[in-house]
């Protein structure tokens, strides 16, 4: 697998990738919390 060049259907995904993938998706819905948690709390401000 190289870095950054997506998989295409029908392509056997590792372990390593499916756990990079893992980690990139916890990341992004993490990221969606704070942003959802900051706009609350402007929000809240106004």
Do not use: N
């Not at 056997?12 to 942003?35: D, G, M, Y």
Request: proline share 7%; glycine share 4%; aromatic share 4%.
């Amino acid at each position: 697998m190289i870095p950054g060049v997506p998989i295409t259907a029908g392509e056997p995904i590792t372990e390593a990738a499916l756990k990079e993938l893992e980690e990139a998706e916890a990341k992004v819905a993490e990221t969606q919390r704070k942003w959802i948690e900051a706009f609350r709390r402007l929000a809240v401000e106004r």
